[in-house]
């Protein structure tokens, strides 16, 4: 049985929701073959959430299949990978454009300034907090095994599954080829054009490569705007190079296995630089002198590069000794018209900022996952964790 298109999924976990695609009329109307992973047997039709999720937007949209690139890309892959040239024409002719995904990735309007403390506050906020509560006491069994054998802390994989999904409650409704082809072949203009369709061309075929090694039709992966993935939000190269079949089922399933979703999270932050070793918090509270050198600690990249007495040298201070043996980064936290705060960053908060290169998102990581470990425990504030 035959398939019909490919491409159109993205993602990027710059937004810790993922949104829904809204559903239109498509402009032209096609009957799909059942669908059914590439070059193997015929599997179940995609669920109707997917269907309605993926259709074509109104307007000019590009037609992927009479696309040259596209196909000159379909080409590639087959020849690389060993796909049916057909079966991957027919799939091309199902993916479809989607307007919203590229109007999400154009950069935002100039507007109202960063600020720190509102994005604290829509994100450390009850309801994930309460689920994740409940997620932790499902699976702390595999939490403290993550945390044993990849030295990663329990709290620090409830915060980024929390961030992200809130436990798999928002993973996206966008099926993942139609955003990654739309963006590897409709990127709106923008300055990183061309690396960043260099990109979701990649994405697109370590979908297609995901796809076939999951036995699963490609046109059922469901993702965000960007064509993020499961509970975790991974991106398809992500799912390939960093995932982990934790529950030993023989697939890694980042959709419906949390126990998989633990395992590729802490598998992903060893991978980017977490050190099971380094000792105490991952981020000191800081406050700059005005007669300091300070400013010119920051934007050093997103590392760890700075030892104890270059930030006292600069003029930054801390209530709490710095091990001496470490690097440490400074960053900035702005909030808006009031005082921007300042941390002291470790490597291991520069790795999870590997996740997402946010400074807002790291953090927001680190208080939910401890906002929860307080809620599950009841345990009164470290000294150390007093920011």
Sequence with gaps: MKLTSLLLALAVSASPLSQAAPAKKPGKKSVPSKPRAIGKAALPVAAAAATAAAASEAGDAPVFSESE?????????ALRHGFPRAELAELIG??????????LVKPAPKGKPKNWQNYRRATIEPIRIRAGVAFWNQHAAVLARAQAEYGVPAEIIVGIIGVETIYGRQTGRFRVLDVLATLAFAYPEAPNRAARMAFFKGELENALVLARKSN???????GSFAGAIGMP????????????????NG???????????????ASFLVQHGWQAK??????????VSGQGSWENLLNQGLAARLRAEDLRAGGVTTGLDLPANQRFGLIDLPNGSDPTEYRIATDNFFAITQYNRSYFYAMSVIELGRAIRLSRTGQPLAQMETL
């Design 69 to 77: 690139a596209v196909n000159a890309f379909a080409d590639e892959v």
């Design 94 to 103: 199902q993916i479809r454009y989607i307007d919203t995904a590229v109007q």
């Design 216 to 222: 699963i039709d490609p046109l059922s992966m469901l």
């Design 233 to 248: 939000q991974f991106m398809p190269g992500s799912v390939l190079a960093y995932g982990v079949d934790y529950d030993n």
């Design 251 to 265: 697939s890694i399933d980042l959709r419906g296995s949390a126990v998989d979703a633990i395992g590729s999270v």
């Design 278 to 287: 380094q000792q105490g918090p991952l981020v000191y509270p800081a406050a």
